[in-house]
């Protein structure tokens, strides 16, 4: 019922959203995520992966270590405007919702410092990605490290 629901509102990510980026070989950071629904508003399990500017998911652990797999969804961070704690928006903890311009998706982590490792992991790549930092001001980022 999922696949056919993803089909007929868009929801399968192109190949050209994640194209040449080998999410199945050290990621930025992965780990299981429970992410609300765009639609129908549950909350699902999900394998998450963040590599190269993309956030990346799939159903489980196996499916994102597999050469040539379909994500089930994707999200570049790079349009993405903030990353930050929501449990007082979802009534949830170790909540967190990563906002564009335009939309506003939400997740929970297992643990308070799940929670925090994944807005730090987000926001970094949001500042490295972001359409409107120059290459120079990334590797000036990069260098001070």
């Not at 993803?6 to 190949?15: E, K, L, V």
């Not at 799940?114 to 290459?135: A, F, L, M």
């Amino acid at each position: 019922m999922e696949s056919i629901w993803r089909i007929a509102t868009g929801q399968d990510p192109s190949r050209e959203d994640y194209e040449g980026i080998e999410f199945w070989s050290n990621p930025e950071r992965s780990g299981w995520l429970t992410k609300q629904g765009d639609y129908i508003k549950t909350w699902r399990r999900r394998w998450f992966v963040l590599k190269r500017g993309k956030l990346l998911w799939f159903k489980d652990q196996a499916a994102a270590g597999i050469r040539g797999s379909t994500p089930r969804g994707v999200i570049s961070v790079g349009d993405c405007l903030t990353v930050k704690g929501a449990e007082d928006v979802v009534n949830k903890p170790f909540a967190f919702e990563l906002s564009s311009g335009s939309y506003t998706m939400f997740f929970i982590a297992d643990n308070e410092k799940e929670k925090e490792e994944w807005i730090n992991s987000i926001g970094r790549s949001i500042v490295q990605h972001s359409r409107s930092v120059t290459d120079s001001e990334v590797l000036d980022y990069d260098h001070r490290r």
